[in-house]
């Protein structure tokens, strides 16, 4: 391999969509969360093998992350989640969806909006029913219902919300009382709409774990189409896309007594083998996985990260492995260890350290 490189599985990808497709409804919509690089991948690569498989709408997090989209040729509708205000007028030109989560960002958006020669421009209701991150909250709706009937401007395509806690059986009785203040919340927006927008408040944990009960007309999977469902027994049924290789730069025999790296974190007790792979905190392996915590894979075996991570290097304990050679590859996250395994040993999810993975890494996208 020759090099530090992403690689992107678009035929994993297309496991997982077919996958998570099954779990819901043929007629429910189907929407592919692209934000971030795709989750620290490819976007535009993702972008487009999701629309070659059908997918119904896309979503970003930012204005310049959907304009990268339109530019690589994606033609299906995308939301925008978290639009900032400077970027409106982006978002007219490129086409890009807005989800409207307040009254300011409404007020925002119709100011240029109104200028243009656009009608029945399709935005994206959010409502907060308990995560407390964006949305117009319960006591606004009946106001918004009542302005929006003023706005013919403007066209609700959709009315969403999203989950605190899908992944987790324990907040069953939360995640429930959440989807029925969704749904009553609906009730009371739609009052005075000319039209009925689709519903939607499912995240991946929530086809996984409430398709029955809540997959209304369309569903947003992110983490899924990536390969993990928050949960043993959905990833054995999913296929991470992305695996982080690298190779070995240079092997070191270490005498006991000697040291290892900035600050001299480790000390070797017996005589030591160790490889340095050009593979740091710059490139999204933070520090927390240094000594000892971190173990990637070998050859055949599991090797800790020996001493501190450094910016571009990290070192690794080869002890165990004496065949193992200058050159040779190791695999940092993919199929052994998973993103899950490594992100554990840290104390962090994978969705953190896949969207981690800094753009200088190279990403190669196999079909
Ligand atoms: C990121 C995001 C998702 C995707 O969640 P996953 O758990 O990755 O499937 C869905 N909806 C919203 C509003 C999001 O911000």
């Not at 029955?212 to 990833?235: K, T």
């Not at 730069?249 to 000390?267: K, V």
């Amino acid at each position: 391999m020759g090099q530090t490189v992403l690689s992107i599985h678009l035929d994993a990808l297309a496991h997982n969509y077919h996958y998570l497709r099954s779990k819901i409804e043929p007629k429910t919509n189907f929407m592919g969360v692209v934000k971030a690089f795709a989750y620290g991948s490819d976007a535009e690569a993702v972008a487009l093998k999701l629309q070659e498989l059908g997918i119904d709408y896309l979503a970003v997090a930012y204005v310049s992350e959907g304009i990268c989209l339109r530019k690589a040729g994606v033609e299906k509708p995308i939301l925008v989640l978290h639009p900032q205000l400077e970027n409106l007028t982006d978002l007219v030109a490129y086409q890009l969806e807005p989800s409207i989560y307040s009254f300011r960002v409404l007020k925002a958006w119709l100011a240029v909006i109104k200028p243009t020669k656009e009608t029945a421009y399709p935005v994206h209701i959010k409502i907060n029913t308990g995560l407390n991150r964006l949305g117009f909250s319960a006591n606004e709706i009946a106001s918004l219902s009542a302005f929006l009937e003023q706005q013919p401007v403007l066209k609700v395509a959709s009315v969403f919300s999203h989950l605190a806690a899908t992944e987790d059986p324990q907040e069953n009785s939360f995640t429930l009382q959440q989807i029925q203040s969704f749904k009553q919340q609906y009730q009371v927006l739609c009052e005075k709409l000319p039209n009925k927008p689709w519903q939607h408040i499912l995240n991946t944990s929530g086809i996984l774990n409430y398709a029955a009960e809540a997959q209304f007309d369309m569903v947003r999977s992110g983490i899924g189409l990536y390969g993990f469902g928050n949960d043993a027994q959905y990833d054995s049924m999913l296929k991470p896309i992305a695996q982080l290789h690298t190779i070995i730069s240079q092997i070191h025999e270490l005498q006991a007594g000697d040291t290892i790296g900035y600050n001299r974190a480790h000390l070797a007790q017996n005589n030591m083998r160790i490889g340095v792979i050009p593979l740091g905190h710059a490139d999204g392996i933070g520090r927390q996985y240094g000594n000892q915590k971190g173990q990637v894979w070998a050859q055949d075996q599991l090797v800790p990260i020996v001493g501190n991570v450094c910016m571009d290097m990290m070192m690794i304990d080869l002890s165990n492995v004496p065949h193992a050679q200058e050159g040779d590859t190791v695999c940092i996250f993919g199929k052994q260890p998973t993103a899950v395994d490594l992100a554990a040993t840290a104390n962090t999810i994978s969705y953190e350290l896949i969207t981690g993975i800094s753009q200088r890494v190279k990403r190669q996208i196999l079909p």
